[in-house]
């Protein structure tokens, strides 16, 4: 191991380069099926990641497809080993773009992980508001998170990632509770897409800011995701001490919200420069200079007063 690969971190947490039963924090410079292959069947509580899918440019389309995916389904194998019986694989994926059509590799990824007898429990949309704009077509501000636990006996922890109630002095208005409070005094569920009908549908939506030029934890990462986004999957779906697994680490952002919320967490990443980034991440998470986005943080809406937000003069001359 070079190096630079050394340990970074501070007294406060060592790191393993290999599985270790006894470790909190792993980290596999290499390919993930390697390091798959040294963790125990049945050892995680939760498996999240956002899966590579730059799709072969060298391939005709349906070519790199079907390769791409015959790939993955030989790690979303060893995944499904390595996952505790009510444990849970949180998927994130966006589209996949070619010549202006539009794969959505959720629904490919869909039947991947029901050929492990999977049971998909939320598929959750991750809403953004800025991104790069399409001429053709609606330019695209989601991604999609599939929730899939291993069995009917999963865990999930509500009230670590319940949101404030819009109207908290609501009360039941017949039955056997009349006048009593109808909602829950630590909040309500957070809703998923599928509620996108119902009358607060703005609030169906996961709205996070991705990870653009100015988001406090940019780094030279191209597909970075909030640490937000991960922690809420990490609170729901995991106990204290479980083991939290990302096998794409990248930027190491799923180890970060795993040991931030006293998990204890392991990736692998086969481009050195990305785990030289991961390590020097959770070194600054320890040393408490990290930059991250509050959980929660509402998305910064403009008053109108700022100049960027104000239609420019050059434009009113011709509305």
Partial sequence: MPNSLMNLFSSQQSICDRFDPDANLV???????????????????????????NIGKDYEQKTALEKYLQTQE???????????????????????????????????YYDIFKQQNMFLRNRIVWHYGH???????????????????????????????????????????????????????????????????????????????????NHPEKTNHPCQYPVELVERCVLALTNENDWVLDPYAGAGTSLIAAIKNNRRAMGSEKELDYIEIAKKRINSYYDGTLRTRPLGKPVYVPTGKEKVSQIPEEWKESI
């Fill in 27 to 53: 980290l596999y410079p290499g390919d993930a099926a390697d390091f798959l292959d040294t963790i125990p069947s049945n050892s995680v509580a939760l498996i999240v990641t956002s899966p590579p899918y």
């Fill in 74 to 108: 030989k790690i979303v194998s060893q995944l499904y080993r390595v996952l505790r019986e009510d444990g849970s694989i949180c998927w994130q994926v966006g589209n996949f773009i070619q010549k202006g059509e539009v794969y959505p590799l959720d629904i490919f």
């Fill in 131 to 213: 991104g790069l704009h399409a001429k053709k077509r609606f330019s695209g501000r989601y991604e999609t998170i599939l929730w899939f636990s291993k069995s009917d006996n999963y865990l999930f922890n509500l009230d670590p990632v319940r949101v404030p109630s819009k109207y908290p002095g609501k009360r039941h208005y017949k039955g056997a509770k009349k006048g009593q409070l109808s909602g829950n005094k630590k909040g309500k569920n957070p809703s998923d897409v599928w509620e996108i009908l119902v009358k607060d549908w703005e609030e169906a939506i996961w709205d996070i800011p991705n990870v653009k030029s």
